[in-house]
């Protein structure tokens, strides 16, 4: 090989090489997680990581447990690891700012998703990518009052108290119930979007209330929360799905087996596969695309036992 032509060859390799290392030079995107405390929290943490590794990005992902002190050390030890973008699913929607300047002054943009954030500058963040918890809650209350024929009593499983979801699917639903003078809610207390929590709230409605009497109704604010209530109903001799009737959020695999088995009715669909949503905006942002809408909607859906069975099919990939 002459000389020129190996000097060509190598020029050529070395323009190869620098391109592949900056594909290869796999993004790193930092996740704090809420935590694992639902089915639908854990489905999707797994559609993110999926999206990432086929993605090839480089995904740092941290479970805060439900403790927004784990999730602000999470979000700061991503800023030390100068990771190239930070996503965050907030607990709680206060205690943001500091931390959030902290990441523009190290220059690495961050993405809310699922829950918001409540900051008094809303530059510290690029956009939200989440579900509409308002409209959740409101086609839960349209489905209840409906059910309840615009009469009666019902008790409501608060979420995660300070979240989003729950603050604003309570306010979705209260104002859809503020139209119907003659329903109550006659109990409401916070089972922290999870099964067990749920459990226990439940089981102390149904002493508080002399075994639900005169309640029509459980309104829940994730399944979860709702498939504990429905065992510590069917534990009391009650029978959820039919003598009280059960509307929640989420649209889990579970929810659905329990329709299909008669035990709960209607259930808002929060969309737990949006991985592909969330790294579509990271890496466009990151590519140059900077005209992001505040908020990036995710749709959901109301779903009930007349398309329970097509729903958990499509859901269990059948
Ligand atoms: O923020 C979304 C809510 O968080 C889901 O409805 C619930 O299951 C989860 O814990």
Redesign the pocket.
């Known amino acids: 090989m002459s000389s020129l032509k190996y000097l060509l060859g190598a020029a050529v390799g070395l323009a190869a090489l620098a391109a592949m290392s900056v594909s290869a030079l796999a993004l790193t995107v930092g996740f704090s997680q809420?935590g694992h405390?639902?089915?639908?929290?854990t489905a999707f943490t797994k559609s993110m990581q999926d999206e990432a590794k086929a993605e090839g990005i480089d995904l740092k992902f941290s479970d805060a447990n439900q403790k927004e002190e784990d999730q602000l050390k999470a979000v700061r030890s991503f800023i030390a690891q100068k990771v190239d973008a930070i996503v965050i699913?907030p607990i709680v929607v206060t205690g943001w700012d500091q931390v959030l300047k902290e990441a523009k002054a190290a220059n690495i943009p961050v993405f809310i998703v699922?829950?918001d954030v409540d900051t008094a500058d809303k530059s510290l963040w690029v956009c939200r990518i989440a579900a509409d918890f308002n409209l959740e809650g409101r086609l839960a209350g349209a489905w209840a009052m409906q059910a309840m024929v615009g009469r009666g009593n019902l008790v409501e499983l608060v979420?995660?108290v300070g979240?989003?979801?729950a603050e604003y699917r309570r306010t979705g639903f209260n104002a859809v119930e503020a139209l119907f003078p003659l329903v109550k809610t006659v109990k409401s207390q916070s089972g922290d979007?999870t099964t067990q929590g749920g459990k226990e709230v439940m089981e102390s409605f149904i002493k508080a209330t002399d075994g639900l009497k005169d309640v029509k109704l459980v309104w829940a604010?994730?399944?979860?929360m709702l498939l504990g209530a429905i065992q510590a109903m069917k534990e009391a001799g009650l029978h959820p799905g039919k003598d009280i009737l059960t509307v929640s959020?989420?649209g889990v695999p579970d929810i659905f087996k329990a329709m299909l088995a008669g035990d709960a009715n209607a259930s808002v669909e929060?969309r737990s596969d949006i991985g592909p949503d969330i790294f579509a905006v990271v890496k466009a942002y990151l590519g140059g695309k900077h005209d992001w809408p505040k908020w990036v909607v995710i749709p959901s859906a109301l779903h009930t036992i007349a398309d329970a069975a097509e729903v958990l099919k499509k859901k269990e990939g059948n």
């Open positions: 809420v405390e639902s089915d639908w929290r699913a699922d829950r979420g995660t979240s989003a979801a979007f604010h994730n399944d979860n959020v989420d929060l």
